[in-house]
T-cell receptor, first 116, second 116 residues
């Protein structure tokens, strides 16, 4: 399976600042997603990162707060803008591999964000 | 409404004992079903999956899961738990057959504690 890396692995940020999280995959993938896992909670899909076009956001998530880029088939970034303590979460990049009859979904190691 | 339910938030078992983690789903048709494990500080790892066919599926690390259509369940089992199995377990569904757009939806997770 593809290897997914995320940077940074963790960060502590001040309220009102922004953080950009990078997701790098070692092979080209069809689909990339960004999830949020709030403390003690399950995973919630933020958006699907579309290569060469605007991301598709889920209900409750907006581009101004979570801008996403996907310049190619192996890389994506998620920015958490104007952060507040409520944004403290683990943010996970996820991919669907191509080339099989059903594209299984795999997850990166996550970025643990704490907002003070 | 479509949903994934893991009724047990926490489970504690003794090492060597058997384990069953429950998962129920509510969808119009049988979705694709998955179990993921998240060890402390780690990303999610796919344990096993069910698409169709044999209702008892084998996964990694000695885990298995049984799909029961009549009960809309996909419970995870292991005959003998090891201390290293302590982690959080997530059931997930892909409602692909119901036009769900090929997106994983996760249950709230079950935290497993293993007593030595």
């Amino acid at each position: 399976s593809a290897v997914i890396s995320q940077k940074p692995s963790r960060d502590i940020c001040q309220r009102g600042t922004s953080l950009t999280i990078q997701c790098q995959v070692d092979s080209q993938v069809t689909m990339m997603f960004w999830y949020r896992q709030q403390p003690g909670q399950s995973l919630t899909l933020i958006a699907t990162a579309n290569q060469g076009s605007e991301a598709t956001y889920e209900s409750g998530f907006v581009i101004d707060k979570f801008p996403i880029s996907r310049p190619n088939l192996t890389f994506s970034t998620l920015t958490v803008s104007n952060m507040s303590p409520e944004d403290s979460s683990i943010y996970l990049c996820s991919i669907r591999t191509s080339g099989s009859s059903y594209n299984e979904q795999f997850f990166g190691p996550g970025t643990r964000l704490t907002v003070l | 409404a479509q949903s994934v339910t893991q009724p047990d938030i926490h489970i504690t078992v003794s090492e060597g004992a058997s384990l069953e983690l429950r998962c129920n789903y509510s969808y119009g048709a049988t979705p694709y079903l998955f179990w993921y494990v998240q060890s402390p500080g780690q990303g999610l790892q796919l344990l096993l999956k069910y698409f169709s066919g044999d209702t008892l599926v084998q996964g990694i690390k000695g885990f298995e899961a049984e799909f029961k259509r009549s009960q809309s369940s996909f419970n995870l089992r292991k005959p003998s738990v090891h201390w290293s199995d302590a982690a959080e377990y997530f059931c997930a569904v892909d409602p692909i057959l119901t036009g769900g757009g090929n997106k994983l939806t996760f249950g709230t997770g079950t935290q497993l504690k293993v007593e030595l």
